[in-house]
Protein backbone atom coordinates (compact mmCIF):
# COMPACT_ATOMS: atom_id res chain seq x y z
CA UNK A 1 0.00 0.00 0.00
CA UNK A 2 1.13 3.23 -0.92
CA UNK A 3 1.33 5.83 1.78
CA UNK A 4 0.72 9.03 -0.53
CA UNK A 5 -0.94 9.99 -3.65
CA UNK A 6 0.93 12.02 -6.15
CA UNK A 7 0.99 13.79 -9.16
CA UNK A 8 3.26 15.85 -11.79
CA UNK A 9 2.74 19.40 -13.09
CA UNK A 10 5.18 20.64 -16.00
CA UNK A 11 5.68 23.69 -17.36
CA UNK A 12 5.00 25.05 -14.19
CA UNK A 13 6.53 27.58 -11.65
CA UNK A 14 6.75 25.39 -8.29
CA UNK A 15 4.69 29.20 -6.39
CA UNK A 16 2.13 28.66 -9.30
CA UNK A 17 2.04 24.94 -7.77
CA UNK A 18 1.47 25.80 -4.62
CA UNK A 19 -1.05 28.13 -5.76
CA UNK A 20 -3.06 25.26 -7.19
CA UNK A 21 -2.79 23.48 -4.46
CA UNK A 22 -3.66 25.12 -1.53
CA UNK A 23 -6.81 26.07 -3.94
CA UNK A 24 -7.53 22.89 -4.40
CA UNK A 25 -7.28 21.88 -0.80
CA UNK A 26 -9.69 24.57 -0.24
CA UNK A 27 -12.14 22.83 -2.87
CA UNK A 28 -12.32 19.91 -0.61
CA UNK A 29 -12.47 21.72 2.63
CA UNK A 30 -8.83 22.10 4.18
CA UNK A 31 -6.60 24.96 5.05
CA UNK A 32 -3.51 25.26 5.42
CA UNK A 33 -2.23 25.50 8.92
CA UNK A 34 1.53 25.35 8.57
CA UNK A 35 3.95 26.11 5.58
CA UNK A 36 7.64 24.58 6.08
CA UNK A 37 10.19 25.67 3.53
CA UNK A 38 12.75 22.91 4.18
CA UNK A 39 14.90 25.10 1.15
CA UNK A 40 15.29 27.86 3.49
CA UNK A 41 15.26 26.04 6.62
CA UNK A 42 17.88 23.99 5.47
CA UNK A 43 19.77 26.94 4.34
CA UNK A 44 19.79 28.69 7.66
CA UNK A 45 20.25 26.15 9.97
CA UNK A 46 22.51 23.65 7.92
CA UNK A 47 23.94 26.06 5.52
CA UNK A 48 23.66 23.66 2.55
CA UNK A 49 21.45 23.67 -0.68
CA UNK A 50 18.74 21.76 -1.16
CA UNK A 51 15.25 22.19 -4.25
CA UNK A 52 12.38 23.95 -3.64
CA UNK A 53 10.32 21.46 -0.98
CA UNK A 54 7.78 22.85 0.88
CA UNK A 55 5.17 20.68 3.30
CA UNK A 56 1.92 22.67 3.71
CA UNK A 57 -0.46 21.74 7.36
CA UNK A 58 -3.42 20.82 5.43
CA UNK A 59 -6.63 20.69 7.78
CA UNK A 60 -10.16 19.81 7.35
CA UNK A 61 -11.42 21.47 10.85
CA UNK A 62 -14.89 19.49 10.53
CA UNK A 63 -12.90 16.01 9.58
CA UNK A 64 -10.48 16.79 12.47
CA UNK A 65 -13.02 17.45 15.44
CA UNK A 66 -14.86 13.84 14.26
CA UNK A 67 -11.76 11.69 14.28
CA UNK A 68 -10.56 13.54 18.15
CA UNK A 69 -14.27 12.31 18.96
CA UNK A 70 -13.29 9.21 18.31
CA UNK A 71 -9.64 8.82 18.72
CA UNK A 72 -8.00 11.76 21.44
CA UNK A 73 -4.68 10.91 20.45
CA UNK A 74 -4.98 10.49 16.75
CA UNK A 75 -3.95 14.69 16.79
CA UNK A 76 -0.44 13.07 16.58
CA UNK A 77 -1.04 12.31 13.33
CA UNK A 78 -2.59 15.51 12.36
CA UNK A 79 -2.68 17.81 10.32
CA UNK A 80 -2.48 16.40 6.37
CA UNK A 81 1.09 16.88 5.27
CA UNK A 82 0.90 17.72 1.47
CA UNK A 83 4.12 18.49 0.06
CA UNK A 84 5.33 19.86 -3.36
CA UNK A 85 9.13 19.61 -4.28
CA UNK A 86 10.53 20.77 -7.66
CA UNK A 87 13.78 18.81 -8.30
CA UNK A 88 13.78 20.16 -11.82
CA UNK A 89 12.82 23.22 -13.16
CA UNK A 90 9.49 23.21 -14.70
CA UNK A 91 8.57 20.06 -13.23
CA UNK A 92 6.65 20.23 -10.01
CA UNK A 93 5.24 17.04 -7.81
CA UNK A 94 2.36 17.70 -5.91
CA UNK A 95 2.05 14.61 -3.41
CA UNK A 96 -0.81 14.04 0.00
CA UNK A 97 -0.41 11.59 2.89
CA UNK A 98 -2.88 8.81 2.26
CA UNK A 99 -4.67 9.02 5.50
CA UNK A 100 -6.11 5.13 5.62
CA UNK A 101 -2.35 4.29 5.31
CA UNK A 102 -1.64 6.35 8.39
CA UNK A 103 -4.55 5.02 10.28
CA UNK A 104 -3.73 1.20 9.74
CA UNK A 105 -1.88 0.93 13.05
CA UNK A 106 -4.91 2.43 15.24
CA UNK A 107 -7.33 -0.04 16.11
CA UNK A 108 -10.31 2.09 15.99
CA UNK A 109 -12.60 1.30 13.35
CA UNK A 110 -14.84 4.65 13.59
CA UNK A 111 -11.54 6.12 13.15
CA UNK A 112 -10.96 3.83 9.99
CA UNK A 113 -13.99 5.28 7.81
CA UNK A 114 -13.61 8.93 8.68
CA UNK A 115 -10.11 8.02 7.39
CA UNK A 116 -11.41 6.55 3.97
CA UNK A 117 -13.71 9.86 3.44
CA UNK A 118 -10.54 11.82 3.80
CA UNK A 119 -8.68 9.55 2.26
CA UNK A 120 -11.19 10.35 -1.15
CA UNK A 121 -10.94 14.14 -0.77
CA UNK A 122 -6.87 14.52 -0.84
CA UNK A 123 -7.34 12.03 -3.97
CA UNK A 124 -9.20 14.59 -5.27
CA UNK A 125 -7.10 17.45 -4.41
CA UNK A 126 -4.09 15.54 -6.25
CA UNK A 127 -6.23 14.50 -9.06
CA UNK A 128 -7.59 17.86 -9.39
CA UNK A 129 -4.54 19.91 -9.85
Do not use: H, W
Request: net charge negative; glycine share 4%.
Amino acid sequence: MNYYFKTTLSNTSFEKAIDKTINALKKEGFGVLTEIDLKDTFKKKLDVDFYNYKILGACNPSFAYKALQVEDKVGTMLPCNVIVQEKESGSVEVSAVDPLASMVSVDNELLGNIAIEVQEKLRRVVESI
